[in-house]
């Protein structure tokens, strides 16, 4: 086997690994926080955004500073590093006693954070121009993979053996990530002995394309932006709309999670290859306005039954987002520039990962759901009206 699809294939199990250990997450916060002495559907969403926040705003600070250790070292130690600072720090989330104390975890795992990044970056340098959009709808089917079992299985482990429990095998999962990524994963980059730090303005001289590129920041920040401002409250919603005595809440957040992340996993490999084919611009504005058009009706719903189709279906679009951006970004970096192009790029989606979970959770406490799902699907066409008019 051509080692580059080996390290492809590698990859695909870490990125499981992680990905499953950080979706799990996002379903049981809310309640973890609820056993801390949270109650208000308020408090909750405030607390599940700014410990869902903190991380990215961290993970985008210093993103830059970790793509160029990677174009110094080499990519594989950004995975070694990513996946054991994750696991202890999901391990010490388990022996908090209060909500500050998570957050203040959440933090520090934002320094270590970023696997499923950097997975992204080493294989957009490893793999053939040629078969990037099929190796990066791979590492999204995966990554989706992980987000589709973590939220039903998070959630029932959680039910079954309890919230810190449950912490603490996700970080036992992540730390195996790391074993594999250190025995398996082989790179055939030569770094560059004190690679250039270049700053946003420096990108002008070195990149043939740069408004194309400084176009794909805005709208990854955007996408990440709407994406987030969902995630750490749709527990809080699901609180709302089943009866006050439903059991195994978690469990039930978990499917619904996991209905959207099954639709992206049937669609994302398949989206990957139409990259290849058709080109990224297609695929990225249409799922953006597809995307953008079902995050509405989610607001009307009176079951969690209906909010589970409608996310289904809404997930056969978010299939085909970051595998075509990711395409369009490596198609205008040169290799050797691969890991601070894209750590750039991560420092964008981070930050507007940060600004959705706190605004996401603050615009729900202020106006209420409704508006919420509004602002985030018209924040989706925004996205592709931006694509289509700046990018060719």
């Known amino acids: 086997m051509e080692t580059w699809k080996q390290t492809v294939y590698i990859c695909l199990v870490c990125v499981f690994f992680t990905s499953f250990g950080v979706s799990q997450l996002a379903p049981v916060l809310p309640l973890y926080f609820h056993e801390l002495g949270v109650y208000t559907p308020e408090s909750l969403s405030l607390w599940s955004g700014l410990a869902t926040g903190i991380t990215f705003l961290i993970v985008g600070l210093v993103a830059p500073f970790w793509g160029r250790l990677a174009d110094k070292k080499g990519r594989k130690i950004t995975l070694i590093r990513s996946?054991?600072?994750?696991?202890?720090?999901?391990?010490?989330?388990?022996?908090?006693?209060?909500?500050?104390?998570?957050?203040?975890?959440?933090?520090?795992?934002?320094?270590?954070?970023?696997?499923?990044?950097?997975?992204?970056?080493?294989?957009?340098?490893?793999?053939?121009?040629?078969?990037?959009?099929?190796?990066?709808g791979l590492l999204a089917s995966a990554n989706l993979a992980g987000s589709l079992i973590g939220p039903s299985l998070g959630g029932y482990i959680a039910d079954t053996v309890g919230i810190r429990n449950s912490f603490i095998i996700v970080g036992v999962l992540m730390a195996l990530a790391g074993l594999l990524a250190t025995r398996f994963i082989h790179e055939n980059y030569v770094p560059k002995t004190n690679p250039e730090m270049l700053s946003?303005?420096?990108?002008?001289?070195?990149?043939?394309?740069?408004?194309?590129?400084?176009?794909?920041?805005?709208?990854?920040?955007?996408?990440?932006?709407?994406?987030?401002?969902?995630?750490?409250?749709?527990?809080?919603?699901?609180r709302g709309i089943v009866?006050?005595?439903?059991?195994?809440?978690?469990?039930?957040?978990?499917?619904?999670?996991?209905?959207m992340g099954i639709a992206q996993l049937l669609s994302s490999s398949p989206l990957g290859r139409l990259v290849d084919r058709i080109g990224p611009r297609k695929v990225l504005v249409a799922s953006l306005i597809y995307v953008g058009l079902l995050n509405i009706p989610q607001a009307y719903v009176d079951t969690v039954y209906e909010l589970a189709v409608i996310r289904f279906f809404q997930g056969f679009g978010l299939g085909g987002m970051l595998p075509a951006l990711n395409t369009y970004l490596s198609s205008k970096t040169p290799r050797e520039l691969t890991g601070q192009v894209f750590a750039y790029n991560q420092s964008c989606l981070f930050f507007g990962y940060f600004l959705g979970a706190v605004g996401g959770a603050s615009l729900m406490a202020w106006l209420g759901f409704t508006t919420l799902f509004w602002v985030s699907g018209a924040l989706f066409i925004t996205a592709a009206l931006w694509i289509w008019w700046r990018l060719t």
């Open 200 to 238: 946003p303005s420096k990108l002008k001289a070195r990149i043939p394309d740069v408004s194309g590129l400084l176009s794909l920041y805005v709208a990854s920040f955007i996408y990440a932006l709407c994406i987030m401002s969902l995630q750490p409250v749709i527990a809080v919603y699901i």
């Open 83 to 136: 996946s054991f600072g994750m696991a202890l720090c999901n391990i010490l989330i388990a022996f908090q006693w209060t909500p500050e104390g998570v957050v203040l975890m959440r933090l520090l795992q934002g320094f270590v954070s970023g696997f499923y990044t950097a997975s992204i970056t080493l294989i957009a340098s490893e793999a053939p121009l040629n078969k990037t959009g099929w190796a990066l």
């Open 243 to 259: 009866p006050s005595n439903t059991e195994n809440l978690a469990f039930i957040a978990g499917a619904v999670f996991s209905a």
